[in-house]
């Protein structure tokens, strides 16, 4: 526990010197001077310099060693692969993209390792130093079996065990989550959105998904389902079977919902980027469209709030985020609901879910080196600057 504390004084106060952290964790300076000792000496902790502008002698200060371990972050879709590697301190080092291997299945494990273990070389960092490769699925990772359900863009997913398969390939630890909820933690770490203990991501594109952040922790459910907000029993009609497959909630209110709902009112189909470009110039059936669409997610957004009574819902997504429909959800959901609501656009766009690999792989790890494995210890993640992690996963 003391080296757990000493390590959070050093990652969120450092540079900072052994008295410094003494005062802030409370612990004696002859425990501090131990363990500062040992970190320095395993490379975790490195002196950076001496303090400035006190009286007496000047002591030695420190901070973490960016370069003592690295993480991997992945974010597997339908379209593409990305995997982001990043130092100790969570600055992104360097980023591959490729389009996803659409044998799914094996190949798809196949193809995640090799970029693990590509992106290292790239990097030029030694692969031993890989400590976590964190995995974002669009679909529910099965804690029992490792398939990833409800996942229907990528085929043979739900046949494997995806985080076991990678472990045995890249010999390093394995997270396999949520790709929603990954992004509701890099926004909860990286988004600056004020009062941010309790946000909600809510993700709008092929499907819509939202990943929930309650006292800082992430709200999984027993069966790592909760945010599967495209099931709420509106919109369509939720009794009917088809609504087991595709949620009544996703049937009215995301990609395909918006092709069909403009094709029924034009006979004209369009893509729904096309259909966007058509609201901008007026068009009254792209308008009526949007309209009904985000009256749909509103509706959904008020049913969060309810419930959950979050800092902010933070709305993502390929469609979620584009400025015309996102305005229109503000202004419908306004409508129904006494209070005000704060609802805000992702900061972190498409590098969301990347975002939360990264805090999430600091925090095993950190747990896993600094804290004996308690995983009951708790860990803060000081937050790189939005900017720089956006440019560097770019």
């Given amino acids: 526990m003391s080296q757990c504390a000493v390590v959070q004084a050093i990652a969120n106060c450092g540079p900072i010197s052994r008295a410094s952290v003494a005062k802030i964790t ?18 975790w902790i490195q002196a950076v310099g001496h303090t400035e502008g006190h009286i007496g002698r000047r002591a030695i200060v420190y901070e973490i060693s960016p370069s003592a371990a690295y993480v ?30 659409p044998n799914g299945g094996m190949a798809i494990v196949d193809q995640i390792a090799r970029m693990v273990r ?7 960092k030694p692969y031993d130093d890989l400590h976590i490769a964190v995995v974002g699925v669009p679909g529910v990772p099965d804690p029992e079996t490792g398939a990833i359900m409800m996942s229907p863009n990528i085929c043979n997913i739900d046949r494997i ?36 203990d309790d946000i909600v ?32 029993p509106f919109g369509a009609d939720p009794f009917d079977p088809s609504s087991l497959k595709t949620g009544a909630l996703e049937q009215v209110a995301a990609t395909n919902a918006i092709i069909r709902q403009y094709l029924a009112r034009t006979g004209v189909r369009k893509t729904v980027s096309e259909i966007f470009d058509a609201a901008e110039t007026g068009e009254s059936n792209a308008l009526e469209t949007l309209d009904s669409v985000a009256r749909q997610i509103a509706r959904a957004t008020v049913a969060i709030i309810a419930i959950i009574d979050p800092s902010a819902v933070v709305i993502g997504g390929s469609i979620g985020q584009r400025t015309e429909l996102l305005d229109r959800i503000t202004h419908q959901a306004s409508k129904c609901f006494p209070r005000k609501i704060r609802i805000e656009k992702t900061r972190l766009g498409a590098h969301a879910a990347i975002a939360g690999g990264v805090v999430t792989a600091l925090h095993q790890l950190h747990v896993s080196l600094f804290a004996a494995g308690q995983s009951t210890t708790e860990i803060i993640i000081p937050p790189s600057e939005i900017e720089n992690f956006v440019a560097g996963a770019a």
């Fill in 26 to 43: 409370g612990r004696s300076k002859q425990t501090v001077s131990e363990i500062v000792a040992n970190l320095e000496s395993t490379g």
């Fill in 72 to 101: 991997a972050s992945v974010d597997l879709g339908g379209a593409r692969v990305r995997v982001t590697l990043c130092d100790l301190t969570g600055t992104v080092l360097t980023e591959l993209v490729e389009p996803t291997n």
């Fill in 118 to 124: 590509s992106i290292t070389a790239l990097a030029g």
């Fill in 161 to 196: 065990d995806l985080a076991g398969n990678l472990r045995r390939q890249l010999d390093v630890n394995v997270i396999v989550e949520n790709d929603v909820n990954l992004a509701a933690r890099g926004e909860h770490w990286l988004g600056n959105h004020g009062e941010q």
């Fill in 201 to 232: 991501y809510l993700s709008v594109g092929t499907g819509i998904g939202a990943g929930i952040v309650v006292g800082g922790q992430l709200l999984r459910g027993r069966n790592g389902a909760a945010g599967e907000v495209g099931f709420l």
